[in-house]
């Protein structure tokens, strides 16, 4: 996988889109979890709609260590490095939280549906060139992703980053798996678990957002 450390040098900013303020939190208080934090764009997000503390979770510690560095002119943001299927009860006493945010693509990451708000939907094949989809573009750098359709679950990326060093370019390829996540059969995995569903759209970027309350 082609992460933010071989993209090289990012500005990480706040995500506000698809988050609660906490007025429309409801009754468990301003306390927040951000699954999945990645380098905390939805953390420091959370933070300035006046949420805290933040548990922002992430397996990487490359990410979670350029969260601290962007983040520590705010206390109530506190990286923790663990697996977000398991960390919820390790963070927070149950009834105890506001918010708890899984943005961009870290539900498809998962290995099993099992295992399983915004999301990249991956359930609809594309066929033909429209598989090859470009991800990011600068003067020395160009970042497109082929997607390889395996079963009805998963859908193997294939990362094709080009570097250009003294007028020559440089092929860099890697490939991971990620799962085909239905909007209908995430809404009835929410509403199985008990939680009222606020809003269930595609938003900007190919990104699917749902926003579930617990009554």
Not at 106 to 125: C, G, I, M
Not at 133 to 160: K, Q, S, W
Not at 171 to 177: D, N, R, W
Not at 192 to 211: E, T
Request: charged share 20%; aromatic share 6%.
């Amino acid at each position: 996988m082609l992460g933010p450390v071989q993209w090289g040098h990012r500005t990480v900013t706040a995500d506000h889109e698809g988050i609660p303020s906490p007025r429309e939190g409801g009754p468990a208080g301003d306390i927040a979890v951000d699954l999945g934090c990645w380098p905390g764009p939805q953390s420091l997000a959370l933070a300035r709609l006046g949420f805290g503390p933040i548990s922002a979770v992430d397996t990487s510690e490359t990410l979670l260590t350029e969260l601290a560095r962007h983040g520590d002119q705010n206390p109530a943001i506190r990286p923790i490095r663990a697996d977000i299927r398991d960390a919820l009860p390790q963070v927070a006493d149950p009834g105890t939280v506001g918010a708890v945010v899984c943005m961009g693509d870290t539900l498809p990451h998962l290995q099993e549906k099992s295992d399983v708000v915004a999301y990249r939907d991956l359930t609809r094949p594309l066929i033909g060139t429209d598989r090859f989809l470009p991800v990011r573009t600068a003067h020395d750098r160009l970042l497109t992703c082929f997607l390889e359709y395996l079963d009805d679950d998963t859908v193997m990326v294939h990362d094709l980053l080009h570097t250009r060093s003294d007028g020559t370019w440089t092929l860099q390829a890697s490939s991971y798996p990620k799962l085909r996540i239905g909007s209908g059969w995430l809404v009835s995995r929410c509403r199985g678990a008990g939680v009222d569903i606020q809003h269930d759209a595609n938003g900007p970027r190919g990104m699917r957002f749902l926003h579930a309350r617990k009554p």
